[in-house]
Protein backbone atom coordinates (compact mmCIF):
# COMPACT_ATOMS: atom_id res chain seq x y z
CA UNK A 1 0.00 0.00 0.00
CA UNK A 2 1.26 3.58 -0.02
CA UNK A 3 3.69 4.81 2.50
CA UNK A 4 5.27 7.88 3.49
CA UNK A 5 8.44 7.85 5.38
CA UNK A 6 9.88 11.05 6.67
CA UNK A 7 13.22 11.77 8.61
CA UNK A 8 13.50 11.40 12.34
CA UNK A 9 13.86 13.91 14.64
CA UNK A 10 14.20 15.49 16.78
CA UNK A 11 15.66 18.61 14.71
CA UNK A 12 17.10 21.37 16.63
CA UNK A 13 18.19 24.58 14.83
CA UNK A 14 19.26 27.94 15.64
CA UNK A 15 17.42 31.12 14.75
CA UNK A 16 17.66 32.03 11.25
CA UNK A 17 19.46 28.63 10.21
CA UNK A 18 18.37 26.95 6.85
CA UNK A 19 15.70 24.03 7.07
CA UNK A 20 15.28 20.86 5.37
CA UNK A 21 13.14 18.05 6.06
CA UNK A 22 12.71 15.19 3.76
CA UNK A 23 10.08 13.47 2.93
CA UNK A 24 9.58 9.85 0.06
CA UNK A 25 6.37 8.23 -0.63
CA UNK A 26 5.58 5.24 -2.56
CA UNK A 27 2.42 5.28 -3.86
CA UNK A 28 0.62 4.12 -7.26
CA UNK A 29 -0.72 6.78 -9.85
CA UNK A 30 -0.74 9.58 -8.82
CA UNK A 31 -1.05 10.97 -5.30
CA UNK A 32 -1.11 14.61 -4.26
CA UNK A 33 1.56 15.65 -1.60
CA UNK A 34 0.91 17.71 1.54
CA UNK A 35 3.04 19.26 4.72
CA UNK A 36 0.90 19.50 7.67
CA UNK A 37 2.52 21.18 10.78
CA UNK A 38 0.49 20.40 14.19
CA UNK A 39 1.97 23.51 16.79
CA UNK A 40 2.01 22.30 20.69
CA UNK A 41 -1.94 21.77 21.79
CA UNK A 42 -3.30 22.35 18.40
CA UNK A 43 -4.52 20.33 15.56
CA UNK A 44 -3.11 19.86 12.67
CA UNK A 45 -2.74 22.40 10.04
CA UNK A 46 -2.11 22.00 6.17
CA UNK A 47 0.95 24.19 5.71
CA UNK A 48 1.52 23.54 2.03
CA UNK A 49 0.20 20.91 -1.10
CA UNK A 50 1.36 19.54 -4.46
CA UNK A 51 -0.99 18.08 -6.89
CA UNK A 52 1.14 17.01 -9.84
CA UNK A 53 5.00 16.71 -10.89
CA UNK A 54 7.07 19.54 -10.48
CA UNK A 55 4.59 21.46 -8.59
CA UNK A 56 5.58 23.64 -5.95
CA UNK A 57 3.54 24.65 -2.84
CA UNK A 58 4.44 27.35 -0.64
CA UNK A 59 3.22 28.93 2.41
CA UNK A 60 4.78 31.16 5.06
CA UNK A 61 8.40 30.72 3.45
CA UNK A 62 8.05 26.75 3.64
CA UNK A 63 8.57 25.64 0.18
CA UNK A 64 7.84 22.14 -1.22
CA UNK A 65 8.74 20.40 -4.63
CA UNK A 66 6.59 17.50 -5.84
CA UNK A 67 9.78 15.08 -7.50
CA UNK A 68 8.07 12.57 -9.15
CA UNK A 69 11.70 10.96 -10.12
CA UNK A 70 12.66 10.54 -6.62
CA UNK A 71 9.07 9.92 -5.45
CA UNK A 72 10.03 12.99 -2.80
CA UNK A 73 8.87 15.93 -1.56
CA UNK A 74 11.41 17.69 0.90
CA UNK A 75 10.18 20.56 2.86
CA UNK A 76 12.53 24.09 2.99
CA UNK A 77 12.85 26.97 4.84
CA UNK A 78 15.74 29.40 4.39
CA UNK A 79 15.70 30.96 7.68
CA UNK A 80 13.38 29.36 10.79
CA UNK A 81 11.99 30.87 12.96
CA UNK A 82 11.28 30.20 17.46
CA UNK A 83 7.70 30.15 16.30
CA UNK A 84 8.09 27.47 13.75
CA UNK A 85 8.85 25.04 16.51
CA UNK A 86 6.31 22.37 15.64
CA UNK A 87 5.74 19.16 14.41
CA UNK A 88 5.78 18.22 10.83
CA UNK A 89 4.07 15.75 9.38
CA UNK A 90 4.41 14.85 5.50
CA UNK A 91 1.18 13.09 3.81
CA UNK A 92 0.21 11.77 0.34
CA UNK A 93 -3.87 11.48 -0.69
CA UNK A 94 -4.48 9.26 -3.29
CA UNK A 95 -7.89 8.01 -5.22
CA UNK A 96 -11.23 8.48 -4.63
CA UNK A 97 -12.00 9.54 -1.20
CA UNK A 98 -8.62 10.99 -0.68
CA UNK A 99 -7.68 9.63 2.65
CA UNK A 100 -4.24 11.15 3.78
CA UNK A 101 -1.64 8.86 4.18
CA UNK A 102 0.81 10.66 6.99
CA UNK A 103 4.56 9.81 7.44
CA UNK A 104 5.85 9.99 11.66
CA UNK A 105 6.42 13.60 11.76
CA UNK A 106 9.18 15.47 12.34
CA UNK A 107 9.68 17.33 15.74
CA UNK A 108 10.85 20.85 15.00
CA UNK A 109 13.02 22.99 17.72
CA UNK A 110 14.06 26.28 17.19
CA UNK A 111 16.26 28.33 19.50
CA UNK A 112 16.76 31.82 20.07
CA UNK B 1 -13.14 31.10 9.40
CA UNK B 2 -15.00 27.76 9.30
CA UNK B 3 -13.30 25.45 11.33
CA UNK B 4 -13.72 21.61 12.67
CA UNK B 5 -15.07 21.42 16.47
CA UNK B 6 -14.71 18.70 18.30
CA UNK B 7 -15.62 18.14 21.80
CA UNK B 8 -14.72 16.97 25.02
CA UNK B 9 -10.96 17.80 24.60
CA UNK B 10 -10.01 15.36 26.58
CA UNK B 11 -11.88 12.25 27.91
CA UNK B 12 -10.88 9.66 30.59
CA UNK B 13 -12.74 6.40 30.82
CA UNK B 14 -12.79 3.32 32.19
CA UNK B 15 -11.60 0.14 30.28
CA UNK B 16 -15.02 -1.73 28.89
CA UNK B 17 -16.91 0.93 28.64
CA UNK B 18 -18.51 2.82 25.46
CA UNK B 19 -17.27 6.40 24.60
CA UNK B 20 -18.49 9.33 21.97
CA UNK B 21 -16.04 11.38 20.44
CA UNK B 22 -18.33 13.97 18.37
CA UNK B 23 -17.06 16.42 15.69
CA UNK B 24 -18.93 19.19 14.12
CA UNK B 25 -17.33 19.58 10.39
CA UNK B 26 -17.61 22.56 8.30
CA UNK B 27 -20.99 22.78 6.95
CA UNK B 28 -21.04 22.59 3.66
CA UNK B 29 -18.05 19.99 3.82
CA UNK B 30 -19.13 16.14 2.02
CA UNK B 31 -16.32 13.88 3.42
CA UNK B 32 -15.71 13.72 6.62
CA UNK B 33 -13.22 11.57 8.53
CA UNK B 34 -11.53 9.87 11.54
CA UNK B 35 -7.98 9.52 12.43
CA UNK B 36 -6.09 8.77 15.21
CA UNK B 37 -2.32 8.89 16.87
CA UNK B 38 -1.38 7.19 19.31
CA UNK B 39 1.03 8.86 21.49
CA UNK B 40 4.50 9.12 19.64
CA UNK B 41 3.46 7.93 17.01
CA UNK B 42 2.15 8.90 12.91
CA UNK B 43 -1.60 9.80 12.79
CA UNK B 44 -3.56 6.92 10.98
CA UNK B 45 -6.53 7.16 8.85
CA UNK B 46 -9.31 5.08 10.50
CA UNK B 47 -12.79 5.81 8.70
CA UNK B 48 -14.50 8.02 5.82
CA UNK B 49 -17.87 8.58 5.75
CA UNK B 50 -19.20 9.79 2.28
CA UNK B 51 -23.06 10.14 1.33
CA UNK B 52 -24.40 8.80 4.88
CA UNK B 53 -22.60 5.73 5.01
CA UNK B 54 -18.78 4.31 5.31
CA UNK B 55 -16.67 4.96 2.00
CA UNK B 56 -13.37 3.47 3.40
CA UNK B 57 -12.30 2.05 6.75
CA UNK B 58 -8.62 0.77 7.90
CA UNK B 59 -7.90 -2.55 9.49
CA UNK B 60 -7.59 -0.56 12.63
CA UNK B 61 -11.72 0.20 12.40
CA UNK B 62 -12.89 -2.90 13.25
CA UNK B 63 -16.50 -4.06 15.28
CA UNK B 64 -15.65 -2.34 17.77
CA UNK B 65 -15.73 1.39 16.45
CA UNK B 66 -18.97 3.13 14.65
CA UNK B 67 -19.65 6.41 13.36
CA UNK B 68 -22.32 8.11 12.53
CA UNK B 69 -23.85 11.14 11.72
CA UNK B 70 -27.12 11.41 13.02
CA UNK B 71 -28.32 15.15 12.69
CA UNK B 72 -27.28 17.25 9.57
CA UNK B 73 -24.02 18.51 11.81
CA UNK B 74 -22.75 16.26 13.96
CA UNK B 75 -20.48 13.50 13.22
CA UNK B 76 -19.40 11.06 15.84
CA UNK B 77 -17.01 8.34 16.59
CA UNK B 78 -18.59 5.59 19.01
CA UNK B 79 -15.90 3.04 20.39
CA UNK B 80 -17.23 0.65 22.27
CA UNK B 81 -15.45 -1.16 24.96
CA UNK B 82 -12.92 0.75 25.12
CA UNK B 83 -9.16 -0.75 25.55
CA UNK B 84 -6.18 0.52 26.97
CA UNK B 85 -4.40 0.36 23.28
CA UNK B 86 -7.64 2.67 22.43
CA UNK B 87 -5.68 5.63 24.45
CA UNK B 88 -4.62 8.25 21.35
CA UNK B 89 -5.40 11.70 20.09
CA UNK B 90 -8.74 11.56 17.91
CA UNK B 91 -8.92 13.57 15.18
CA UNK B 92 -12.07 14.54 12.64
CA UNK B 93 -11.58 15.87 9.34
CA UNK B 94 -13.62 17.23 6.67
CA UNK B 95 -13.35 17.98 3.31
CA UNK B 96 -15.47 19.78 0.39
CA UNK B 97 -15.12 17.50 -2.41
CA UNK B 98 -13.03 14.52 -2.80
CA UNK B 99 -10.69 15.19 -5.15
CA UNK B 100 -7.67 17.44 -4.50
CA UNK B 101 -9.08 20.10 -1.75
CA UNK B 102 -7.71 20.51 1.46
CA UNK B 103 -8.77 18.58 4.36
CA UNK B 104 -9.21 20.83 7.50
CA UNK B 105 -8.84 19.04 10.94
CA UNK B 106 -10.15 19.52 14.64
CA UNK B 107 -8.05 20.29 17.37
CA UNK B 108 -8.67 16.54 18.50
CA UNK B 109 -9.84 14.55 21.37
CA UNK B 110 -7.63 13.36 23.53
CA UNK B 111 -8.89 9.94 25.22
CA UNK B 112 -7.32 8.20 27.83
CA UNK B 113 -8.25 4.75 28.54
CA UNK B 114 -7.48 3.14 32.41
Known amino acids: GDSVTQMEGPVTLSEEAFLTINCTYT??????LFWYVQYPGEGLQLLLKATKADDKGSNKGFEATYRKETTSFHLEKGSVQVSDSAVYFCALANGYGNKLVFGAGTILRVKS | EPEVTQTPSHQVTQMGQEVILRCVPISNHLYFYWYRQILGQKVEFLVSFYNNEISEKSEIFDDQFSVERPDGSNFTLKIRSTKLEDSAMYFC????????????FGQGTRLTVV
Open chain 1, 27 to 32: ATGYPS
Open chain 2, 93 to 104: ASRLTALNTEAF
